[in-house]
């Protein structure tokens, strides 16, 4: 069956820099476009970007400067990584998949995150 | 950007009442997507292109709209709906999420 799974630090201090690993099974990277979402109190769901079945990306502007996401289709992994956090960047962070631009079908159980000294 | 604007914020309803949720968009999409999330669980898609309802989820629920309205419809309320509900639009980038529509049991 389809499984998505969040892994992540918990805590991590401002200015530094975080990473999420998002582990699938069930399908192929290569036939799913796979999204990131976050969940913040002062923002609630905003997404972020996206990994092609292709292995290009498409960013939300509002991290784009500061935000990358790659994959390890061999590991069936996929990679968040996003510099100079700050105290608004707490939240829970979902990785999604999708078929296309249709809809986000399965979401992994999202890994809380909280970015303090 | 595009704005999805939900309404109400927040509702009550009594078993079997009609429930009507509403999502605005600041400019037209071509279709809406609908999430249910219950507390400290991730979300779960509930409709998808406007008005087909996901796996598992029960016909009492309905999705309907066009352009900048869409909505989401329970016919008869049942205690197992309370649980927040979130508008999602995939038509632009970037894609915008509503702040969502937290149902409650009257």
């Known amino acids: 069956q389809v499984q998505l799974k969040e892994t992540g630090p918990g805590l991590v201090q401002p200015t530094q820099t975080l990473s999420i690993t998002c582990t699938v099974s069930g399908f192929s990277l290569t036939s799913y476009y796979m999204q990131w979402v976050r969940q913040t109190p002062g923002k609630g769901l905003e997404w972020m970007g996206f990994i092609r079945s292709g292995g290009s990306t498409e960013y939300n502007s509002e991290f784009k400067s500061r935000l990358s996401i790659s994959r390890d289709t061999s590991k069936n992994q996929v990679f968040l990584k996003m510099n100079s956090l700050k105290t608004e960047d707490t939240g829970v962070y979902y990785c999604?998949?999708?078929?296309?631009?249709?809809?986000?079908?399965?979401w992994g159980q999202g890994v809380m995150v909280t970015v303090s000294s | 950007e595009i704005v999805l604007t939900q309404s109400p914020t927040t509702m009550a309803a009594s078993p079997g009442e009609k429930v009507t949720l509403n999502c605005l968009a600041s400019?037209?999409?071509?279709?809406m997507n609908w999430y249910q999330q219950k507390s400290g669980a991730s979300p779960k898609l509930w409709i998808y292109g406007t008005s087909n309802l996901a796996s598992g989820v029960p016909n009492r629920f309905s999705g309907s709209g066009s352009g900048t309205s869409y909505s989401l419809t329970i016919s008869s309320m049942e205690a197992e709906d309370v649980a927040t509900y979130y508008c999602l639009q995939l038509s632009s980038y970037p894609y915008t999420f509503g702040a969502g529509t937290k149902l409650e049991l009257k």
């Open positions: 400019s037209s999409v071509s279709y």
């Open positions: 999604a998949r999708s078929r296309y631009r249709d809809y986000f079908d399965y």
